[in-house]
């Protein structure tokens, strides 16, 4: 039975909403997925990032693996009852991490700019990688030093004994500098993997488990094309494009593109999944394309480092409130936001002064501002598909529309 | 007219529950008084902090005054607006933290236990002192290595800039170490700074403040019987015990005791607050010795450090979920214990693993326990006074007992 609805389909892009089922309840698209990395959606409660209206978080499989062990998450009865969430969640496989070591510096590359992509280079102190075999992986684990393995099956057992309700496939994740022909060889590589983890996953995988495929393929149209054929005639319950996906935007909203239109028609029922991406003009594009859910690091990793994300497209759509031109600013960060900060009225002046002294309390308040944020502008796509009004509201939203309620 | 109405006595002891009124609401006492040194209690949102059961939050003059400044706190409407706490502020007087930087490394013997006291340690990388002078004190700041200036009048200009619903005066704390010559020098002094707050108080005070006047002393009985009464007959709303307590619990009960004695009788209506004390034992005994408020860094100090509190005295009620015992411990911190992670029954090992990966929401989950566990304490304490129960609950709670509701 297929996992996903199809509700409504705007007219003029591939933009679509609809609902993805899982065991632990079901995701209004097109959505954004939070990322609980090391099972926590960093400084914030699970209730706090449900009541932003996010139904569904992101695991990570390598970081998991290594600390504090999937073995152990199991024991403790999965990855949901370990840190307290109860709706859906989504796994990497652990491949972007893992050839994040090989590929050294140029995980950052990968989505074509800086402090990007799957599970963040600020979470990423990893080791060393010892081996890329047609068999797995071999690396040094960055906890203690060890030697480890990972294996398109390893990594299903992984996602198993955590109990995600969603596994991503193992795959090489290619980075930006390599030539067409490593690309070729990778990408085929990541489709044996791939067909190695479905037959595992048909063996092994916890009832109810869905499987996503990753479309690799780097910049090439006709390679992206072939894996996202591929992938979608693998059996997968969804879709996910992954790897490099160009030097600019427009490249990269290109090779989206040609993921898209290959899935067009006979697959059109598989959900897609866009790994690593989440500027708010990238959101929006990525909807426009037809991807159902998104996953970044950026909004809860900006929240920390006290950059907050507001409705000004000049700005690019944030601002680093450790600024001294804030240190008097008596304003709310933004008007209409149901975020603690917004919501109490903190003044900009305040959460400058808790950013410049480094306090818990600020990484907090900016972190779920920048999620309320996040989700509100997907609220306003979901809701603007249903409404045919998708290319009035994207309008909006990149002239930096304040709030939904500007639309309505 | 007074701001403190006595509502139960305890027949067996000083012990009494009553209520302080200040300009932003009342305070059922006995009350602990979590610290929000910095102007936020660390980690914690205000709503968070009064849903479990705190009415006031305690707030430091120096730490204030060097940033982010009391005139720009001032400006943005005060420390309550600013904060977003519209409950009663008690401000500290900033007198414990520029004595601390001059008498060094004793701050901490002050209280006669490591990591102990007003503020406490690790929120202090003070300057450091350059002159105690009658007028007063001058330091360099930690901020930006500027020369600062605190007297007895500059310290309540700070507060009253912060608008704090309870000020206290600007005292000398001696330490531990120093003589009794030192120390009824110090004394004496303190008392002259004293009548210049109140002096200043009357003729600049915002309308509403109250003024808490600081008992010195030392360890010594006459000296510290005087100082009570010296502070007792300025006209104060209230009185606050500070300086060295002793070596031992022992000798901080005697001291404690000195001063409640000498307030019996005539001055019985003042409200009396212990400065840095809060470890379980000592809050129960001070209770008994008619302590109406305390305040102390330990909660959210050993919170943010990963040890929490737990009802148990054999081991000192606290542990430290860092400790590798924990890492497949399944079971909840405590049972019946109101806070998110009890309440969301997180496992101690996902606390462990929290704490071990030195993740914020480990920080802010263990704080809101440590918090919680002392606000049920407190409520134990108010609700037998009130039912005439002081001696059963005291020594039930001494025993360990989890939870309020074992006493109903």
Tied chains: 1, 2.
Aim: net charge neutral; proline share 5%; hydrophobic share 40%.
């Amino acid at each position: 039975m297929p996992c996903f609805t199809i509700d409504a389909r705007d007219p003029g892009s591939r933009a679509r909403a609809g609902r993805i089922a899982t065991a632990h309840g079901e995701i209004s698209t097109p959505a954004f997925v939070p990322l609980a990395t090391k099972a926590t959606v960093k400084g914030m409660l699970p209730a706090e990032v449900a009541d932003l209206g996010y139904q569904m978080v992101l695991g990570n499989t390598f970081h998991l693996m290594l600390n504090p062990g999937a073995e152990l998450i199991g024991r403790l009865g999965g990855l949901h009852r370990f840190m307290g969430w109860d709706g859906p969640i989504i796994t990497d496989s652990g491949g972007f991490q893992v050839f994040s070591m090989g590929h050294g510096t140029v995980a950052e590359e990968i989505k074509a700019r800086p402090s990007r992509g799957r599970a963040g280079s600020d979470e990423q102190r990893e080791g060393r990688i010892l081996a890329i075999e047609e068999e797995g992986v071999r690396f040094r684990s960055y906890m203690d030093g060890s030697v480890q393995w990972l294996s398109p099956e390893g990594s299903m057992a992984v996602q198993a004994a955590l109990g995600s309700d969603i596994a991503l496939v193992f795959d090489e994740c290619t980075p930006f500098h390599v030539d067409r022909a490593y690309t070729a060889t990778s990408t085929e590589r990541t489709h044996r993997w791939l067909r190695r983890c479905l037959a595992w996953h048909r063996e092994h995988g916890p009832p109810g488990q869905l499987v996503y495929g990753i479309v690799q393929g780097g910049v090439y149209e006709d390679l992206r094309r072939e894996s996202t054929a591929v992938v979608a005639a693998a059996g997968c319950d969804g879709v996910a494009i992954g790897g490099s996906l160009g030097a600019c935007k427009e490249q990269m909203y290109e090779v989206v593109g040609h993921a898209t239109a290959e899935l067009a028609g006979a697959h059109e029922s598989l959900p897609r999944h866009l790994l690593g991406i989440g500027d708010v003009e990238d959101l929006i594009r990525g909807v426009e394309l037809g991807i159902d859910t998104f996953d970044c690091a950026m909004p809860t990793r900006l929240g920390r480092h006290g950059t907050a994300l507001i409705a000004d497209p000049e700005s690019r759509w944030r601002v680093s409130l450790a600024k001294s031109r804030f240190a008097e600013d008596a304003s709310p960060l933004m008007d209409g936001c149901p975020c603690p900060a917004c919501s109490l009225g903190l003044s900009r002046a305040y959460l400058s002064y808790l950013v410049r002294s480094k306090e818990l309390t600020g990484m907090r308040l900016i972190t779920a501002h920048n999620l309320a944020f996040i989700a509100q502008r997907m609220r306003s796509l979901r809701e603007a598909i249903a409404e045919g009004r998708l290319a009035e509201v994207a309008a909006a939203l990149r002239s930096g529309a304040p709030s939904t309620a500007c639309f309505r």
